[in-house]
């Protein structure tokens, strides 16, 4: 009995001279090439994208199905707890924001008194601390040979006047001429105003104080030069102080004469409130700033050059409401804080305006009357239970 050949496992070095099993080895040989073919095509067919959309959102339809049954579950066993928390009724209000700016204190009366003429010093009638009073006369400079000038100018006047007194007599009685009474007076008026020359050209070697006030500065000694211009006292009135400052030119049409200002001296412990008097129309074109001025009452603390902080008021709202800086939270979404409700917290989006002095005014999301949670608010979730353990308004 003739041996039959298997067509795939045949050694492929035998020759098969039958025809009929070649075709068959033939067509098996395509089919298996046709599948692997087949299934590479299957394999690098691209993906249908509604339906890998559709797969994604069913997959996060579960997550969220399962995240909800977890919340409700660990909401569910943390129910009987409550944060404690502080809370303030909200009330609108007047709402001011300010500009501060750093000055400094002068004083309304300070100035130098010079002498008008050169000349060493003969006295010194002061001292630093003393008060003297306008007018006064604070240091006496040489003018010896100027007396003596007068002296002389002055024994003539006096003939002048003796002169002029009896040629008076005589032409009331009509005795002599008119040309000699005239001679007569006009050379004793001459002579008088000589001598009042003489002792206003006297007093320019005096140092006189213009205003009234306590000398702050005094450094001549006597036998010193004096000169105009160089050596001075410095008179200082304490009682008339004033604040001045350089505003930055942003601020120039919020801020004009007759604004009120808050001032702060940092080491003094007053505290007061006065209005601009003065505020300059003219930008400096180094600083870009402008000049203002605001009068102050006299005080025993506060000393000229100190260092002052001006609060000038740019902006108020009236019926604002305004709520502490820190009971606003901030997230991506943006600002938010939480109210009380009902023993739950809920949270609320707001719109958060200018800040001033740790209060910052709410432009919207809040209305009158909400429970503002001020302290331990960081750490509630929306709709948590809560304990009010202080309230406020």
């Known amino acids: 009995m003739e041996e039959l050949i298997d067509p795939i496992t045949a050694d492929t070095n035998l020759k098969i001279n039958n025809p009929y099993k070649s075709n068959i080895k033939m067509r098996i040989k395509i089919l298996a090439l046709s599948g692997l073919v087949l299934l590479a095509a299957c394999t690098n067919k691209p993906k249908d994208k509604k339906a890998e959309l559709a797969d994604l959102l069913k997959q996060q339809s579960d997550l969220n199905t399962k995240i909800t049954k977890l919340q409700a579950q ?218 203002v001025e605001a009068r102050l009452p006299a005080s025993k603390t506060i000393r000229p050059n100190m260092t002052a902080l001006l609060q000038i008021v740019n902006y108020q709202r009236k019926e604002a409401i305004s709520i502490p800086v820190k009971s606003i939270q901030k997230s991506e979404q943006g600002d938010y804080v939480y109210v009380a409700d009902k023993g739950l917290a809920r949270r609320k989006n707001v719109k958060v305006g200018a800040t001033y002095g740790g209060i910052s005014e709410i432009l919207s999301g809040l209305t009158a009357g909400d429970k503002l949670i001020t302290d331990g608010a960081s750490d509630l979730e929306d709709g948590n239970r809560i304990k009010v353990i202080q309230s406020g308004n």
């Open 74 to 291: 660990v909401g569910g066993q943390d129910s009987s707890k409550s944060s404690d928390v502080n809370v303030v009724e909200i009330k609108p209000g007047l709402f001011t924001n300010y500009v501060q700016i750093q000055g400094k204190i002068d004083a309304q009366d300070n100035v130098m008194a010079y002498p008008q003429m050169q000349g060493t010093i003969t006295a010194i009638n002061v001292k630093a601390g003393d008060h003297v009073g306008k007018g006064q006369v604070l240091a006496q400079l040489d003018n010896s040979v100027l007396k003596q000038n007068i002296a002389q100018a002055e024994a003539q006047a006096s003939l002048a006047r003796t002169l002029f007194q009896r040629q008076k007599n005589l032409w009331d009685q009509k005795i002599g001429t008119e040309v000699q009474f005239l001679q007569a007076k006009t050379n004793m008026e001459s002579l008088q105003k000589q001598v009042a020359a003489l002792r206003q050209q006297s007093d320019m070697y005096r140092i006189v104080s213009p205003i009234s006030g306590s000398v702050d500065q005094m450094d001549l000694k006597l036998g010193q030069t004096a000169a105009p211009g160089s050596t001075g006292i410095r008179i200082v009135n304490a009682d008339k102080l004033k604040v001045k400052a350089d505003v930055p030119e942003s601020y120039g049409s919020q801020i004009s004469t007759g604004d009120v200002v808050k001032i702060l001296v940092p080491d003094a412990p007053d505290s007061l409130n006065a209005k601009i008097t003065f505020a300059a129309k003219v930008i400096d074109p180094t600083s870009r700033s402008f000049a």
